[in-house]
């Protein structure tokens, strides 16, 4: 009886078989060109979305933020989350009104008296009366302004361009804010039921050790909010009581100024500090340099006490972490976002590191051997009698005058007591 023919094999299937005649591993060159192509792919598509990821990181963040105060509400007298998101929604906005009405009135007053004041002050100046007519006059402004007409024309006229670009960005900049509202808002009403859905698909062994460490990042990042408003609670009071002694105006609106964004850490004292004092050496040059100074010492005091400090103690990380995961997160996101990508990134870098360190830990202790105890250390002693020829057989403390003596040794001690 003639054997049946074997059914004729795939290309893919000769393929392998070449391949492993020739001791090829085929299969593993195509998972890391794989695995390659698809990083490569994932990144330039994160890149492109850059400007979404940054939006939906600070919206995220947020909501870990107010989430606490939703979950408060619930416990208290409102059961429904919807009706405690709304409540919590609009005391943000009823904060985030507040803020912009004390930052925006001085300014808009401001604005609005210079603009008033403003044909006096031109008429003052061409008659020479005033101290801008007295500063005309000492330094030939008016000639100087006379030669240069045609320059200054031009000038005039391209200060547009920028005055558009104003425009436009602030327009954008309003478009995100209610992008990030939105998304807030989205993540507080569903982010308990998507928890609740990732969390139904997990074996209960899996589920516990996710919540477990869900509730450790979630207090890694309660923690870093802590620590930051501390800062910069002190900053702001700082700058309140230097402002109130000098007698600079609106020390209130600079210390709320100082506080806001001496949350950025590391360079928000700075970024603060640089209009502040200004204003102040706008008001009297004693208290310019008395104000650069008080910013330069705080600045430092919080850049390398307060911050470390407070934060390991909230965040619970090591503080040169603290200030390597600022200086990374910052350098990256400028990178990817520019500035706002920055300022992201800065303020999201401690709280990205305490929940790394809370991941980390939670897996090497997952992957530790069954029993988790290492093998007894011998004492040196034991150590070099193991290990030393000359070791008398039979001698107390001897390894070969326990059970694990070898043959000779054995032999030597049973004839000790008949050649005796």
């Not at 207090?219 to 609670?233: C, H, I």
């Not at 830990?361 to 020829?389: C, N």
């Amino acid at each position: 009886m003639a054997d049946t023919p074997s059914p004729p094999q795939t290309r893919r299937a000769r393929l392998w078989k070449a391949a492993d005649a020739n001791r090829v591993p085929l299969r593993a060159i195509l998972v890391t060109v794989g695995v390659v192509v698809a990083t490569y792919m994932a990144g330039k598509l994160l890149y492109r979305l850059r400007d979404v990821v940054l939006l939906v990181a600070v919206a995220g963040f947020v909501a870990i933020l107010l989430n606490p105060l939703v979950v408060a509400l619930q416990r208290w007298k409102i059961q429904r989350r919807g009706y405690a998101v709304a409540l919590v929604t609009l005391w943000a906005l009823i904060v985030f009104a507040g803020l912009a009405f004390l930052f925006g009135y001085p300014l808009i007053n401001g604005v609005t008296h210079l603009a008033d004041g403003l044909p006096s002050y031109i008429n003052k100046a061409q008659h020479g009366q005033g101290w801008i007519g007295h500063l005309i006059r000492h330094y030939h402004v008016q000639n100087w302004v006379q030669k240069n007409a045609s320059k200054l024309v031009s000038y005039g006229q391209s200060l547009g361009k920028p005055a558009l670009a104003l425009g436009k960005g602030a327009v954008s900049l309003l478009i995100a804010l209610l992008t990030i509202f939105i998304l807030v808002l989205l993540l507080l009403l569903e982010g308990p039921k998507m928890r609740t859905s990732l969390l139904g698909v997990m074996s209960p062994e899996r589920r516990e050790s996710v919540v477990s460490v869900a509730s450790q990042v979630n207090r890694a990042v309660t923690g870093y909010m802590l620590g930051n408003f501390l800062t910069s609670l002190i900053a702001g009071v700082v700058v309140f009581v230097t402002l109130l002694l000098l007698g600079v105006p609106f020390p209130y609106l600079w210390a709320l100024w100082v506080a806001l964004v001496d949350f950025l850490p590391m360079i928000g004292g700075a970024l603060a500090g640089i209009p502040t004092v200004l204003f102040a050496a706008v008001h009297s040059l004693t208290a310019g340099i008395v104000t650069l100074v008080v910013f330069l010492v705080y600045t430092q005091i919080e850049n390398h006490v307060l911050n470390p400090v407070i934060m390991s103690r909230t965040v619970r990380i090591n503080p040169l972490l603290v200030l390597m995961s600022i200086l990374v997160a910052a350098s990256i996101g400028s990178w990817i976002g520019g500035v706002f990508g920055g300022f992201v990134a800065a303020l999201l870098a401690i709280p990205a590191a305490g929940a790394i360190q809370v991941i980390v830990a939670a897996t090497w202790k997952a992957t530790a051997p069954p029993g988790g105890e290492r093998a007894p250390v011998p004492e040196p002693a034991a150590a070099a009698a193991a290990q030393s020829p000359a070791a008398a057989p039979g001698t107390a403390g001897s390894p070969a005058a326990g059970p694990g003596a070898d043959s000779r040794t054995a032999t030597g001690a049973g004839r000790g007591p008949a050649e005796g």
